[in-house]
């Protein structure tokens, strides 16, 4: 057997060190230091067995050095893992108040109702009554209508590299746990916030100093405030942030909404796209300078300098950027590029893009776990896949033609390879997008046409030469003033965005082939099938209940409900959970996604129970985004989700009953001398919304039973108990949060 090439033992060890982090990435809990220890002593028997056999038995010594590394990978991302985890806040201080002096590490970011940042805690203030602090805690300073509200507004004069003394409330990183839901505890395990905690009013905050540590923040909340100076329109001052220094908190929620439903959520992130456009026009520029001076030219070459150029341009760009993740892992993949090219190694593409994912693995592990790895990495292989083969005998265009010819056919060929790239992207990426957010973008094709050279090449110089020309961000407005324009046209197209539910692995399986079969340079007789086999995951199978039975889904939405009844054919939703903020809540945070997913992008019935913001905060968000028969409700008359629910909104009352596909639901409370009662009570004097609650039970023919009770109190309870004894016995109770 001939022994395996060079290229076939280093795809081994590459694919054996992503293995060994994959594996790890899926264990339960994490094992004890002394594991992860004996991993490593097992990958240094592999490696050294691996080396004396590399002569008499090479592909027996490739396996042995690929499994010798995947051992090595698998005990250093656990051995990370268990020391960051080590770094938590002692339980023993989760719910306390504990004062802290430390410095604003990161630019404040600003929402509705206040300002989170990242505080770097002095030495001498970690350690308190109770244990030790993390060094760097995410802490939020809110004021108004927030659920974690001081009474301190915050302060307009907190700036990065200021030292400040706050009471905090700390509580380890806690995230919603729902199914096809954001991972927020995953990401600042991430990015090693270990703890969060926002400000009390008890000692008052404090500014003590000005300090010039955290230059980069510092210049980059100088630039925003600048911005924010020059552009009046405070949307599109947004938008010219986010894009300059990485300031995405700048953007209004709608119009996230509507970058994610026109496919161009990708180009207001400080993407690979951006870093390395901005890389890739920079050493140009230094390619040019460059050849300009003969010294120069004996000292190092004109592409060298443009490259390494380049290179010093995307990190300095990423920096300023807030040196994200995805930022960082696109420096990660060109330094590596650059590295093997610099040593002359002319890698095929695989090998390549290999090589990279291993470098960014080294650096972070967790990035295996993050969409945007598989997104990034997936639309480089699929441009590099699909690139056609050139004809070996091309005719050449005559050299006689015309200069106007000889530019015009430049220009036509990069605009064809500019559509060409955007098509294999556009198309290629669909079901891994699928995979990962149950949408794309219809209009995604038709937008990126457009805003990918619109951004790339004339909104983002603008958002970054106006730091040296303020004049500059008032015509980078303009652009994106005409680029919201052009979206929201998009965007008002029937069927501009295709949602599906979450498909099962084989479905998945086969719509990613799909998507390499698609943009193979293959003939189209073969790329025909592509269609057939994306089609599971475009329009996956639903688990659903057979006839006669009910699902019950409990969302993790925090204090409140909401609850998903899923018959064969229809749904109920129960309750919409919190609103968070002014600019936050659980129909947009969590609901909207779920039911999604689920495949319940129609509610027949939306039941809101009692008033209080902690029941109906998300209805607003689910009667806009799904659609939504009939909303059952006891609010009183004039109450803004009635006028927004409009013919659709009627009231919950005791005694009104209704059979889904051999499912029973029956309305126990309000009572018609509830409501009476109620119009009847003075103003100053309304009566408690719990005490209006709606009750529904659900119950199968024969079968299992559910109450859900809203936030009914003690009396509310008691009548029910005497006016239906045995008619209450159910198996499932969903506790009232006020109840007995």
């Known amino acids: 057997m001939r022994a395996p090439s060079a290229g076939a033992r280093i795809a081994g060890l590459g694919l054996g060190w992503l293995l060994g982090i994959a594996v790890q990435l899926q264990e339960p809990t994490l094992a004890a230091p002394a594991v992860y220890l004996g991993v490593g002593g097992v990958a240094v028997a592999l490696a050294a067995l691996a080396f004396a056999l590399r002569r008499r038995l090479a592909w027996t010594a490739c396996i042995g050095g690929a499994a010798a590394l995947a051992a090595v990978a698998f005990a250093s991302s656990g051995w990370r893992a268990a020391d960051r985890l080590d770094d938590v806040l002692p339980a023993a201080l989760e719910g306390r108040d504990v004062v802290v002096v430390g410095v604003v ?9 206040g300002v989170r940042f990242r505080m770097r805690v002095d030495g001498g203030s970690r350690r308190v009554d109770g244990g030790t602090l993390p060094p760097l805690l995410a802490v939020g300073w809110y004021a108004g209508f927030h659920e974690d509200a001081s009474t301190l507004a915050p302060g307009g ?22 199914p096809h839901g954001f991972d927020y505890e995953l990401q600042m395990f991430e990015q090693g916030l270990r703890a969060t905690g926002y400000v009390r009013d008890t000692p008052a905050p404090a500014r003590l100093a000005d300090t010039d540590r955290y230059p980069v923040e510092r210049f980059r909340q100088r630039l925003r405030d600048a911005i924010e100076a020059r552009v009046s329109d405070r949307r599109t001052a947004g938008v010219l942030a986010a894009l300059a220094i990485g300031d995405q908190g700048s953007i209004d929620r709608e119009d996230w909404d509507l970058f ?38 004996r000292v190092l070459p004109a592409v060298s300098a443009g490259r390494w150029g380049g290179m010093a341009a995307a990190v300095a760009y990423a920096v300023v950027s807030g040196w994200g993740i995805p930022a960082q892992r696109t420096v990660w993949m060109l330094a590596t590029v650059l590295l093997l090219r610099s040593l002359g190694l002319r890698w095929p593409w695989p090998l390549v893009l290999l090589a990279a994912a291993v470098v960014v693995t080294i650096v972070d592990p967790w990035a295996l776990t993050q969409a945007g790895f598989w997104l990034s990495f997936s639309a480089v292989g699929l441009l590099m896949v699909s690139s056609p083969v050139q004809a070996r005998d091309a005719p050449a265009r005559s050299a006689n033609a015309p200069p106007w010819r000889r530019r015009l056919d430049g220009v036509l060929g990069h ?38 050279p619109l951004v790339t090449l004339v909104v983002t110089p603008l958002a970054l030469l106006g730091a040296l020309a303020a004049p500059l961000w008032s015509l980078g407005g303009l652009a994106v003033k005409a680029l919201a324009g052009y979206r ?49 995951l475009l329009v996956p199978p639903r688990e659903l209940p057979p006839d006669g039975s009910f699902d019950l889904v409990a969302a993790d939405i925090g204090q409140g409900s909401a609850i998903l009844i899923r018959t064969r054919s229809h749904a109920l939703l129960f309750d919409a959970g919190p609103q968070y903020s002014r600019d936050s809540d659980a129909g947009q945070r969590v609901l909207v996604p779920l039911l999604r997913a689920l495949g319940d992008a129609r509610i027949d019935t939306l039941v809101l129970s009692p008033r209080d913001l902690d029941h109906v905060g998300g209805a607003k968000a689910v009667l806009g985004s799904l659609d939504v028969a009939r909303v059952s409700s006891s ?48 103003a100053e004097r309304p009566l408690k919304a719990n005490a209006m609650s709606c009750v529904v039970r659900v119950a199968e023919q024969g079968g299992r039973s559910a109450i859900l009770t809203g936030d009914i109190e003690r009396e509310q309870e008691a009548r029910l108990v005497a006016s239906l004894g045995d008619g209450l ?3 499932v109770l969903l506790v009232p949060h006020h109840g007995s």
Do not use: K
């Open 105 to 113: 590490a990161s630019l404040p970011q600003r929402g509705a109702n």
């Open 157 to 178: 004069e907190l700036r990065a590299g200021q030292r400040w003394r706050f009471a905090l409330r700390l509580r380890r990183p806690h995230g919603n746990v729902n």
């Open 260 to 297: 994610r439903n026109t496919g161009v959520a990708h180009l207001v992130a400080i993407s690979g796209l951006h870093i390395t456009m901005f890389a890739w026009l920079f050493g140009c520029l230094v390619d040019a300078a460059w050849r300009r001076s003969a010294r120069a030219m």
């Open 415 to 452: 605009v064809g390879t500019g559509v060409r790239t955007q098509v294999v992207a556009t198309v290629g990426l669909v079901p891994l997008t699928l995979v990962f957010f149950q949408q794309v973008s219809v209009v995604g094709f038709l937008a990126n046409l457009v805003a990918i």
């Open 488 to 536: 929201s046209w998009l965007a008002a197209w029937p069927g501009a965005v295709w949602i599906a539910p979450a498909a099962p692995l084989w479905a998945q399986a086969t719509g990613l082939a799909a998507a390499v079969l698609i943009v193979l340079p293959l003939p189209w007789r073969m790329r025909a099938f592509a269609p057939l086999l994306a089609l599971p």
């Open 635 to 682: 609010l009183e008359s004039g109450h803004p989700i009635l006028a927004f629910a409009g013919p659709r909104a009627s009231r919950c009352e005791a005694g009104q009953r209704w059979t889904w596909d051999g499912v029973e639901f029956a309305v126990l409370r309000p009572e018609a001398d509830d409501y009476r009662a109620a119009a009847d009570r003075p």
């Open 729 to 731: 016995h159910s198996d």
